[in-house]
């Protein structure tokens, strides 16, 4: 996969293992397993993984010629389909990846934070599919914002348990999951939704998520003959991103653009330790969080801030560690993008290309629409996900704003309800 | 003075609590009662905004801790307007000690952050008098900083041994625990519980040639309970979420801080005599 | 594609054009264009379909060996993916071809009639695609009960039109589209979405889903060594059912098993003209609806009835004129499953496989679970789509009937509201 | 008596009506009252439930028709109880016409249709008077059955020539028509409308040399109108919506039947005094 020493437990001065005592003996059996299973494919684990990847998720997804935007911007835009993964968002690779080790590992149940839904979801369709006993950690404003999310991972068979300490988002999700882990952690793994987290998570999370770029990459050589100039992916824990840029990591002149989410703004609120974004890459400083070092929102003391977005899979006070590590290097440049301009590219890739995005996703389309012109002629966008969990919020926060680009609702108003 | 002093004679009865919990004042009573009431040692919580190792009733101390104004900085305060005789010990979050030296810096502006690490933060507490510090996210793989600043500053680093903890994993932390080993009674998080686990037995047996006191933590209430764990070995008694239920209590009530200073004293009471007691069925712990 | 005559507009006795005299010249113009675009690859057409399809669809979809329904019935069970196509259901392929042939026309501007809303959102997305305007008719009924889609072919640009006749279902709904049609013929095509209406909708609808059927029975072959005994696939208008089985129709010792809605009662109430099912195939005899003459719902004057489903999507009077016409042949065996029965099937595949199908999906899987002791070794079952559209009918019914097999939903109750 | 006999004296004025609209005794009044305001022939809907080619107006009249118990059978009682003596043409859809002969069976039953096809309801119509049929989604094609029955019992089939009719298919519809031919003044369904339309003229001059008379409709609502149209070369002028929203109103205010057929019976002699103007503007449509 990576050229990288798989042991070692940083990237640079980020990451390492920054758990309770209590969760350092699963963390080392998970560091073990990840080398041989995942490395070095022992028992066929990786055979499995991609076949089931391929049958039960749907890969590989397209790499798609998007007619409208490449007119729009005058430079081709390929559009990454991982919407169309089961589930509806890159998060399977993973969820299936981490439930299907931890059979090989012998574990008996399944542990996960959500904060979209959209890794409980995916965490709860390959705990289905594994016949694996699965609980799912939310943040009680995520249960609220997600409901269709819960919907499914209950009628997937998970249980959900809502999280109510603080504001209820991703943040306190991980951490109720990790206490969680460390009760049971004997027959218990612990799917965590990104590239955050201890050594081996950031790691492990980005190989199951590479298949993107492997893909990718063949494709666009494929269909354009040679590499893309721009990869553009959002970023919120960053799995998606570290999937979509692994692979091109080493092809030196194509610039990897992580998109993280500017929220209402980039300024903090120190007093009521709140970021109303979740630009930690752009604006975040290094800190332990979630058992590693990386770049954090948080206040001069080091607490960690209250992060905000308009979608819930952006809103992260954390980002993975060697997404932290390549920005410090100059290999990712971090760019963010606000709400507004989301909402925008969230409508404008609806009615243009005929493709719903995620929220999450939307971001990465309102850096293309922002900052075309600094892009090269051939950019590939990463479609994370589709929209469909999040057309509550987005007809809500449509009419708060009242964009030009947005569809009349009425008939929808007029016949009252929710969703 | 130094943490193992606080084990010399007797088991240790060694209480935690989050410090400005559930304001400064009372908070700093409290503490003081729970001294009066025959602490050994006294942990004390620097809240954190992440606690991952805590259940409910310490998060819900942090919050309160938190809401009160608790930083740091007043942290550090707090420790010295202290007026009891017993050795402190700071519990807190690894990001937070790592922060300190970041303090005055703009955050959020992007700026590499400092490579002085902890030490800032271990030498502001030796300072003010504490004693030492248990940091249940820094395992002895990441101890490094934080072990050189306290062997700098004559502080302890206080480690924890989980039921999980492998042996590899044991000699690890052998190298660089130094105070007194906290022996986790089950896996899980902290929080009072209504029975003694078995693992506690067994961890206490995998250790017992360590040169460092043992204190058993996590899930110990009531007297009873300290009897049984010191009379299985343990040198001492650490006991967080029974006296913060205390606290919790009083808070939502609205009761007078003197009257809950009255109860914790009397449960820090039962839990020394507990310890006491448990000492007496099985022969002294030996240091070596 | 099949070895029929593609000028005969007749199914044996069924099929033909039944429309008014407004509308022939646009069926004859469309019969045309089907012969030269579809059959004869003119100017390439059916190239770009099919690579569109691949696309911005996301063709193939997999053929699944489901493990825990093969272990349950003790027979091998294949879910041939529609579910993953762009959209969420099978419908994409029809949408997608038709658009794309209105633009070959030099159509302008496209309508079309929905009933579960996946045909609609499957059109508003190709049309977003293809840049054509678009206006969706939606019995109001549908509207209510199928909102999420109803969001989404706004979201895409669409524009949607309430339909308030009769009972608001999607009878009414093609109606409506049938008449808006007569108007706009000259420079809008309408994309029917089933196999049903006028010649040459049902051939032209079978064979842009055929290529459900040709991609299964490859897989098949190359999964299995051989053909399965049996496919299976849900009915409502029978596009999906086509679709599936058209590659197969040849393969005589292929069973092929249609399965229609059997609603709550096989029963008809004459008096009320309501039959509270859609089983056409089982209990419909012939007539002429929409353009066509096929079996139906209709009461002994001849007026069609009301039909009923817990799926929107199936709940049809008519049904395709081939598959009645298979079906008197003896080629096409017409079963049906009741409510309770696809309910029950919704919640085992969403707990044991980790798919949540469609309503319209689940009466294939309670037609299995039903009868698997009569299939054969090696079972293909059409897993038309995604059941992220029927979350809200499925709590309702399911809280409604308490079945064995449901989730426990407290945790949303408790949170109220709706989705 | 056939139909074409309407068209033979001057322009004739044939509306529509859905029977039974909103019930059987005040339409049966309704229908009466336009043979009295001058209607040369009638055209009277029985209602199917998808009534694909109609408007709101037609649609609304047939679900009011529908709703008060109106069936094939009861039509040809209707058509029996009329008290008019000029021709009535049948204009439904076809599937009643081809369910006619099925309607003892059991339906719902999963028996093969049976092969009479639309033979039996001709038959019946003929015994209660009927001289015709428009069958709106019955196209030349696929005419060849009920066209075959109609003329087993003398009846005539009325064809709609739409403005976007091919020639070719003028051709076929040319071989199959008699009684008049239905010229549709404009693309769409039935309703009232506040224009007439060029298309009119078009469809009527390709269609100059038909033996059988041409009749214009779709849209026609005043006397004006009327007088356009036949000024523009139609033998007749074919009005619905514009009449049965008379009926609608009338039926929603909960007006009496007398002063609704008054309505009708003035609103019919306005268009057929519209017709008449027509005809002196051109010169008199000569039969061939
Ligand atoms: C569709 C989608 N994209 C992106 C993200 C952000 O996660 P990550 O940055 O780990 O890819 C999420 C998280 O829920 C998501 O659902
Ligand atoms: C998922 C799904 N399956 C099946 C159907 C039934 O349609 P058909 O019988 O034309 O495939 C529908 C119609 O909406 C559908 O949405």
């Keep these: ?419 | 003075m130094g943490l193992e002093t606080a084990f010399a004679d007797e088991p240790a009865f060694v209480p935690y609590l989050a410090a400005g919990d559930p304001n400064y004042e009372a908070s700093i009573e409290y503490v003081e009662a729970l001294a009066k009431g025959g602490a050994d040692a006294i942990e004390l919580g620097l809240p954190f905004s992440e606690p991952i190792a805590e259940g409910t009733t310490i998060q819900n101390a942090i919050v309160r801790s938190l809401e009160s104004g608790m930083t740091p900085e007043r942290f550090l305060g707090f420790v010295a307007d202290l007026d009891v005789d017993v050795p402190l010990v700071c519990m807190t979050y690894y990001n937070l000690i790592y922060q300190y030296g970041e303090s005055d810096s703009e955050t959020a502006s992007g700026e590499t952050a400092s490579q002085e690490g902890p030490r800032p933060f271990v030498e502001k507490a030796a300072e003010v008098g504490l004693e030492g510090f248990v940091v249940p996210d820094l395992p002895a793989e990441e101890a490094g900083p934080l072990r050189d600043a306290c062997d700098e500053f004559g502080l302890d680093l206080v480690f924890i041994v989980a039921p999980t903890t492998t042996e590899e994993r044991l000699e690890r932390m052998r190298e660089q625990v130094s105070g007194y080993v906290y022996v986790q009674a089950r896996l899980g998080v902290t929080g009072a519980r209504d029975d003694v686990d078995d693992a506690t037995e067994e961890s206490l047996a995998r250790i017992t040639d360590w040169d460092v006191p043992k204190a058993v933590g996590f899930g110990i209430k009531t007297g009873d309970h300290a009897e049984r764990i010191v009379g299985a070995g343990a040198d001492g008694v650490i006991v967080g979420s029974a006296l913060v239920d205390i606290v919790a209590e009083g808070y939502e009530n609205g009761d007078p801080t003197g009257e809950v200073a009255a109860r914790l004293e009397a449960l820090a009471r039962e839990l020394k005599a507990g310890a006491l007691r448990g000492a007496r069925t099985r022969p002294q712990p030996e240091r070596t």
């Design chain 1, 1 to 419: 996969m990576s050229t990288e020493d798989a042991h070692d437990p940083k990237f640079g001065e980020y990451g390492g293992q920054f758990v309770p005592e209590a969760l350092m003996p699963a963390i080392e059996e998970l560091a073990d397993a990840y080398e041989r299973y995942v490395l070095d494919n022992e028992d066929g684990f990786m055979n499995e993984f991609r076949s089931r990847l391929a049958d039960f998720g749907g890969r590989p997804t397209p790499l798609q010629y998007a007619d409208q935007l490449s007119e729009r911007y005058d430079t081709d835009v390929y559009l990454k389909r991982e919407d169309l993964l089961h589930g509806g968002a890159h998060k399977l690779n993973n969820a299936l990846g981490q439930v299907l080790l931890a059979k090989y590992m012998g574990k008996e149940r399944i542990i996960a934070e959500t904060g979209a839904g959209q890794h409980g979801t995916a965490t709860a369709m390959a705990a289905a599919h594994l016949d694996m006993p699965c609980e799912i950690y939310m943040g009680e404003t995520d249960i609220a914002r997600q409901r269709p999310n819960v919907f499914r991972m209950k009628i997937n068979g998970s249980e959900v348990v809502p999280v109510t300490v603080g504001r209820g988002t991703l943040k306190e999700a991980i951490s109720e999951t990790m206490r969680e882990w460390a009760t049971t952690v004997e027959n218990t793994h612990y799917v965590i939704g990104s590239v955050v987290g201890p050594h081996p998570f950031p790691k492990m999370v980005r190989d199951f998520q590479a298949v993107i770029s492997e893909e990718a990459r063949e494709q666009a050589i494929e269909k354009t003959g040679g590499l893309p100039t721009d990869v553009v992916a959002c970023a919120g824990g960053g799995s998606n991103t570290m999937g979509t840029f692994a692979e091109f990591v080493p092809d030196e002149d194509v610039a990897l653009h992580a998109v993280e989410a500017g929220g209402s703004s980039l300024q903090v609120d120190e007093e009521e330790g709140v970021a109303p974004n979740s630009a930690t890459l752009s604006t975040g400083d290094e800190g332990v969080l979630h058992g590693a070092r990386t770049k954090l929102l948080q206040d001069s003391d080091g607490q960690i801030m209250e992060s905000h977005s308009v979608s819930a899979g952006l809103d992260y006070a954390g980002v993975g560690p060697e997404l932290a590590h390549l920005v410090d290097e100059g290999r990712v440049t971090p760019v963010n993008v606000d709400d507004d301009l989301a909402l925008e590219a969230f409508h404008r890739l609806s009615q243009d290309e005929g493709i719903i995005p995620a929220l999450e996703t939307a971001h990465a389309f309102g850096y293309v629409e922002k900052y075309h012109d600094d892009l090269g002629d051939t950019v590939v966008v990463n479609v994370s996900g589709r929209g469909d969990k999040d057309l509550e919020t987005v007809i809500e926060e449509t009419t708060e704003r009242d964009l030009d680009i947005a569809p009349d609702m009425s008939i929808l108003q007029r016949m009252g309800g929710g969703l």
